[in-house]
């Protein structure tokens, strides 16, 4: 009941670009769009610069202060009580053998397996920044950016431009991304390649295709990895 009451109240809170746990969205929704993107991309020979984050331990480190605060921004105020109770006072403890740690308090992430959890990531990372000259695309913790151009260096520059901006988010909200399973991809049906995006001072490693929702995307969108 929880969890309907919650999700009666997300309409206005959940950005068009996450398609995670939502009515009417899904996996095939959010690829069929990104492989438009592409498609016409290839279309029009000009190249799409796409970064593809992977979010390390997304329920497990979402904050709970973070989360508070955002509950009571974002929801009616008779949630912030409720949904405070079912995530505070939370402990664990570490046994082996015969032996038992001494009972930690939890300041992070949400119950496993819980109901409420996905809807819970949602509201912490539905304010995740945008940028007027991309493409924001996520479900759940799946997040892709991409940027289109006839122009290489200015697609990567405006892709560039939209990471500062979510770098910044990152850090303010606790949330880490493993730069080393995340990819930058060039989509384009000529040789050049876009040049390299940083995260954190890290250029984030070029690949000639990239895992996103169970699909392998490749640089010419031939689908011969995926087969």
């Known amino acids: 009941m929880l969890l309907n009451w919650t999700r009666a109240h997300l309409s206005d809170v959940i950005p068009q670009h996450q398609f ?94 819980s109901i409420l959890g996905p809807v819970l990531y949602l509201i912490f990372t539905a304010d995740i920044p945008t940028y007027e000259d991309t493409i924001t695309a996520t479900y759940a913790d799946d997040t892709a950016l991409l940027s289109v151009d006839k122009d290489s260096c200015t ?40 040049p390299s995006i940083k995260l954190h001072n890290e250029e984030i490693p070029q690949a000639e295709d990239a895992k996103y929702l169970g699909m392998h995307l490749d640089r010419k969108l031939t689908w011969r990895k995926h087969i």
């Open 155 to 194: 697609a990567s520059a405006k892709l560039q431009a939209h990471v500062f901006k979510v770098e910044n988010w990152l850090d303010k909200w606790r949330i880490r991304v493993n730069q080393g399973k995340s990819v930058h991809v060039t989509f384009t049906l000529r040789r050049e390649t876009c």
């Open 20 to 113: 995670g746990f939502r009515e009417k969205h899904g996996t095939i929704e959010q690829i069929h769009r990104i492989t438009d993107i592409i498609s016409r991309t290839l279309e029009f020979k000009q190249f799409c610069s796409a970064v593809f984050l992977d979010i390390s331990q997304a329920f497990d480190r979402m904050w709970h202060q973070g989360l508070f605060y955002k509950i009571k921004k974002l929801l009616p105020h008779s949630f912030f009580p409720i949904l405070k109770s079912y995530l505070e006072g939370r402990c664990f403890e570490v046994k082996y053998n015969n032996e038992s740690s001494p009972l930690q308090k939890i300041n992070s992430g949400v119950p496993q397996g």
